[in-house]
């Protein structure tokens, strides 16, 4: 059929008028993909040509998807797999009677028979499940996770970066075509997920450090608590990568002599005034305000509600450390923002006591953490304006980040002769106070703290290197 109107598999999506092929991608495979629909150009603006060309290109994206949806069907066959081996594995430690147990093992030996004929790879991997001898990879992850959680001993943040490095041991295992269980991760497999699936991925080795370790501590706790062999090695153990050095040359020297290397920094008089006063959100800007006029951490002031904003202080109810629960006066310079964001614009009347301060942003899931989100829109402001400062072109972080602005406050109350023990109680750090502030006095001084509070100035939007 060439008919002038016939257009299936066919799309213009440039302004230049040349066709390109089109398939819709299969809903299973748009997440593999990305995509919802594959595009391909035909090198042609001419109709007919267009037409007569679509077959052959139709034909190889379709292809090309079927060739992805291989792996991935018997990915999602080999899931169910190990679903039913669990479940099984349940039914048989649950079975009271001989002859139930009889009944059971009958029809398992009949599946593995069946499984054998088309996998003996998937046949053994479900009878090991079954049989207890083999364990699911995240089977156990979050009774780890929960046990750590009641011992208080692990950071919120590590739990995180441990459900992360478990995803990328499970991800890599399926690209490598390796059985998805503990027992099959062996010190050469742990050897070739660190140099094939991160190594050769040009991951950071301070980062590939930090996710041995971590699936090294949980590979400990399953062989503590009788998961694996107590005298089984630890597959994990010597695979950290060699200690980076960082050099020093003398572009690595401030003006000071002192050595720059990859510490962070605070902003300086000239980048706090782009930032603060440049194109950003309302969200955006409120919150660099707050940061830079109080020394508050970007979470802090996402988790402030109505009732944590009144009476002149910020009255900080979660925080990082002990320490960091404090009240901290709230700067002349903040009025406007405080007011506008614990009333409402149409009434006039305060808002609820539990409302944040900040109600857009979402939780995180994993913490409560708010955030998350805004931290990532705010590095995207950054340097969309020019504030940057990476050690070298190839550095994974700058030196410079949202909080900065907590490290500038700091500076600034220094610079304006502020005592160390008062910014350190404004800030909710433990290191600095005196015996006088941190262990006789049980009373906040508050006008002391507003005052160092009310010493930091933000500079104007044309600041040179001394603010006003």
Same mark, same amino acid.
């Given at each position: 059929?060439?008919?002038?109107?016939?257009?299936?598999?066919?799309?213009?999506?440039?302004?230049?008028?040349?066709?390109?092929?089109?398939?819709? !991608?299969?809903?299973?495979?748009?997440?593999?993909?990305?995509?919802?629909?594959?595009?391909? @150009?035909?090198?042609?603006?001419?109709? @007919?040509?267009?037409?007569?060309?679509?077959?052959?290109?139709?034909?190889?994206?379709?292809?090309?998807?079927?060739?992805?949806?291989?792996?991935?069907?018997?990915?999602?066959?080999?899931?169910?797999?190990?679903?039913?081996?669990?479940?099984?594995?349940?039914?048989?430690?649950?079975?009271?009677?001989?002859?139930?147990?009889?009944?059971?093992?009958?029809?398992?030996?009949?599946?593995?028979?069946?499984?054998?004929?088309?996998?003996?790879?998937?046949?053994?991997?479900?009878?090991?499940?079954?049989?207890?001898?083999? &364990?699911?990879?995240?089977?156990?992850?979050?009774?780890?996770?929960?046990?750590?959680?009641?011992?208080?001993?692990?950071?919120?943040?590590?739990?995180?970066?441990?459900?992360?490095?478990?995803?990328?041991?499970?991800?890599?295992?399926?690209?490598?075509?390796?059985?998805?269980? !503990?027992?099959?991760?062996?010190?050469? /497999?742990?050897?070739?997920?660190?140099?094939?699936?991160?190594?050769?991925?040009?991951?950071?080795?301070?980062?590939?450090?930090?996710?041995?370790?971590?699936?090294?501590? %949980?590979?400990?706790?399953?062989?503590?608590?009788?998961?694996?062999?107590?005298?089984?090695?630890?597959?994990?153990?010597?695979?950290?990568?060699?200690? !980076?050095? &960082?050099?020093?040359?003398?572009?690595?020297?401030?003006?000071?002599?002192?050595?720059?290397?990859?510490?962070?920094?605070?902003?300086?008089?000239?980048?706090?005034?782009?930032?603060?006063?440049?194109?950003?959100?309302?969200?955006?800007?409120?919150?660099?305000?707050?940061?830079?006029? @109080?020394?508050?951490?970007?979470?802090?002031?996402?988790?402030?509600?109505?009732?944590?904003?009144?009476?002149?202080? %910020?009255?900080?109810?979660?925080?990082?450390?002990?320490?960091?629960?404090?009240?901290?006066?709230?700067?002349?310079?903040?009025?406007?923002?405080?007011?506008?964001?614990?009333?409402?614009?149409? /009434?006039?009347?305060?808002?609820?006591?539990?409302?944040?301060?900040?109600?857009?942003?979402?939780?995180?899931?994993?913490?409560?953490?708010?955030?998350?989100?805004?931290?990532?829109?705010?590095?995207?402001?950054?340097?969309?304006?020019?504030?940057?400062?990476?050690?070298?072109?190839?550095?994974?972080?700058?030196?410079?980040?949202?909080?900065?602005?907590?490290?500038?406050?700091?500076?600034?109350?220094?610079?304006?002769?502020?005592?160390?023990?008062?910014?350190?109680?404004?800030?909710?750090? @433990?290191?600095?106070?005196?015996?006088?502030?941190?262990?006789?006095?049980?009373?906040?001084?508050?006008?002391?703290?507003?005052?160092?509070?009310?010493? !930091?100035?933000?500079?104007?939007?044309?600041?040179?290197?001394?603010?006003?």
């Amino acid at each position: 059929m060439g008919w002038t109107g016939d257009k299936r598999y066919l799309t213009q999506p440039r302004r230049d008028g040349t066709w390109y092929a089109v398939v819709e !991608v299969p809903r299973g495979l748009r997440d593999a993909l990305g995509k919802r629909r594959l595009l391909r @150009s035909l090198k042609t603006t001419d109709l @007919s040509a267009a037409q007569a060309a679509r077959w052959k290109v139709v034909a190889e994206l379709r292809e090309e998807m079927d060739a992805l949806a291989a792996p991935k069907k018997h990915e999602d066959e080999r899931q169910a797999l190990i679903s039913e081996a669990l479940e099984v594995r349940q039914e048989l430690r649950e079975a009271h009677t001989r002859s139930r147990v009889e009944m059971i093992e009958e029809g398992l030996g009949a599946r593995i028979d069946r499984l054998r004929d088309r996998s003996p790879d998937d046949a053994a991997v479900y009878a090991d499940i079954v049989a207890g001898k083999a &364990d699911p990879l995240d089977t156990h992850l979050e009774r780890y996770l929960t046990t750590r959680r009641a011992a208080k001993d692990f950071a919120q943040r590590s739990e995180a970066d441990c459900r992360t490095a478990m995803a990328d041991l499970t991800a890599w295992m399926k690209e490598a075509r390796r059985p998805l269980t !503990v027992q099959a991760v062996t010190s050469r /497999t742990a050897g070739e997920f660190r140099d094939l699936g991160m190594v050769a991925k040009g991951i950071n080795p301070r980062t590939i450090n930090k996710k041995l370790s971590l699936l090294s501590v %949980f590979w400990k706790w399953m062989s503590k608590v009788g998961i694996l062999d107590h005298d089984a090695p630890n597959p994990w153990s010597g695979k950290q990568l060699p200690r !980076v050095r &960082d050099w020093r040359d003398s572009q690595d020297v401030d003006e000071n002599g002192q050595s720059r290397g990859s510490k962070p920094r605070p902003y300086t008089d000239q980048e706090v005034a782009k930032l603060v006063h440049g194109p950003a959100t309302r969200d955006l800007k409120d919150l660099m305000w707050i940061a830079a006029l @109080s020394g508050m951490r970007l979470e802090e002031i996402g988790q402030l509600r109505v009732r944590d904003c009144v009476d002149g202080l %910020f009255d900080i109810r979660r925080a990082k450390t002990k320490a960091g629960v404090r009240k901290v006066p709230i700067h002349a310079a903040l009025a406007d923002i405080i007011r506008d964001r614990t009333t409402s614009a149409k /009434t006039g009347e305060s808002l609820p006591p539990d409302a944040f301060i900040f109600p857009d942003f979402p939780e995180s899931g994993w913490d409560g953490a708010r955030t998350m989100a805004i931290s990532k829109r705010f590095a995207t402001y950054r340097r969309r304006l020019g504030v940057d400062d990476k050690p070298d072109p190839n550095a994974r972080r700058s030196r410079v980040d949202f909080h900065s602005f907590r490290r500038w406050f700091s500076r600034k109350c220094e610079e304006a002769g502020q005592h160390e023990s008062v910014v350190a109680r404004v800030m909710g750090h @433990s290191d600095g106070l005196s015996i006088t502030f941190g262990l006789y006095s049980q009373a906040q001084p508050l006008e002391i703290m507003r005052t160092c509070v009310e010493s !930091v100035k933000l500079p104007p939007p044309n600041a040179g290197k001394k603010a006003v």
